[in-house]
């Protein structure tokens, strides 16, 4: 048996997807992002969840994530947020929907749907409003509607653009900005397309903090794993993801004696260290090493000593009381992770999506 997982509850995965449905008008459909393997949890088993539970439509980053929810049986559609030209084919196979986000990409994917004679094939336009990373900047509905009209091999499914700061208020007025600057996009292609395509922008803190971008459809990623970007909303969610792991040895350390590489910490008291078995190859980077970030032990934070090793890291335990065997938490339930992540001046995400696929993953409440 591991002596680290990554124990993943889908009844905490559930309560999240409720709890934001909640937030969104009747009829609104529900996108769940499960890029970059679930947040860094099981993307497949996250997926079958949510789709159990009724989700309208899936994310993924590119088509091999796409792929694995497939090969899941996941049979709910599926949104390629970033697709490569190289993947073309693969998606059409796999029934993979992409966004189209510049010229380029979007003659290719219409010579790759005319070679294979699709008609109609499901495709996403989006609009870059502000985030400046993909997308039609605005002034671009004329010449994008001409090159539709080219062809009927595809067919825009869905319009849509990305908030850039929608969970922080004082750049509310960028966000409606955004917001108003989508609407006239979308209307203009709309009119010119003679259809209105699926509309959407908000991502989980545009569904918490902008009520009037829900459009159509609603995205939510790190809404769904326990995060809202804000303390209060988190309270309102519950952690999907909890990184467990053992006190495999304690030692007593004596004054002047050094703990792991390049003797990081030096003890200037005696001490107790207790060696944990997840490292900077498990996606705890170096950076939490030298008491910046800790780990929960009994309750209790320890910090951590000296550098993170590749496989391991060592806490001081010299005020806990704890035996070799004792369980200790990264985060999750009972170790709020943003708190942890704040400790090296980082983010939720980052930290969920770090943990290595070394690590176990242990599926519970099914």
């Known amino acids: ?19 934001l449905k909640s937030k969104v008008k009747p009829g609104i459909k529900m996108l769940a992002v499960t890029k970059a393997f679930g947040y860094g949890s099981d993307a497949v088993a996250v997926a079958r969840k949510l789709e159990s539970l009724g989700v309208d439509y899936f994310a993924v980053a590119y088509a091999e994530e796409g792929v694995a929810l497939r090969n899941g049986d996941i049979i709910t559609p599926i949104l390629v947020l970033h697709p490569q030209i190289g993947s073309f084919e693969m998606m059409i196979e796999y029934c993979l929907e992409p966004n189209l986000y510049s010229y380029r990409v979007i003659d290719a994917f219409i010579a790759s749907a005319k070679a294979k004679q699709l008609h109609n094939y499901p495709v996403h336009i989006k609009f870059n409003t502000g985030l400046n990373r993909l997308g039609f900047k605005p002034g671009n509905e004329d010449n994008l509607l001409k090159v539709l009209k080219t062809t009927e091999a595809i067919k825009v499914k ?74 209060e909303k988190d309270a309102k969610l519950l952690p999907v993801a909890t990184l467990k792991s053992v006190i495999s040895q304690i030692h007593d350390i004596k004054v002047g004696e050094s703990v792991g590489y390049n003797r990081a910490h030096i ?48 806490a001081d335990v010299t005020e806990i009381d704890c035996e070799e065997g004792d369980e200790v938490l990264v985060f999750g339930k009972g170790a709020p992770l943003p708190e942890l992540a704040k400790k090296v001046g980082s983010i939720s995400y980052e930290l969920l999506t770090a943990i290595s696929q070394r690590v176990k993953r242990k599926i519970i409440n099914r």
């Open 158 to 231: 869905s319009l849509f653009s990305h908030l850039v700061a929608s969970e922080d208020l004082d750049e509310k007025e960028f966000t409606l900005k955004q917001i108003s600057t989508f609407k006239n996009c979308a209307k203009k292609m709309i009119d010119g397309l003679g259809y209105t395509p699926i509309l959407h922008q908000s991502n989980t803190s545009g569904i918490l903090n902008f009520p009037e971008a829900q459009f159509d459809m609603v995205r939510t990623g790190i809404g769904l794993y326990g995060y809202g970007n804000d303390p």
């Open 1 to 19: 048996m591991a002596a680290t997982v990554l124990e993943i509850d889908l009844a905490a995965l559930a309560h999240n997807f409720n709890y």
């Open 267 to 314: 003890a200037k008291k005696p001490e107790r260290s207790a060696t944990i078995p997840l490292g900077h190859a498990d996606g705890i980077s170096r950076e939490y090493g030298n008491g910046s970030g800790y780990v929960t032990i009994n309750g209790k934070k320890a910090p951590i000593l000296g550098n993170v090793c590749m496989d391991m890291v060592m």
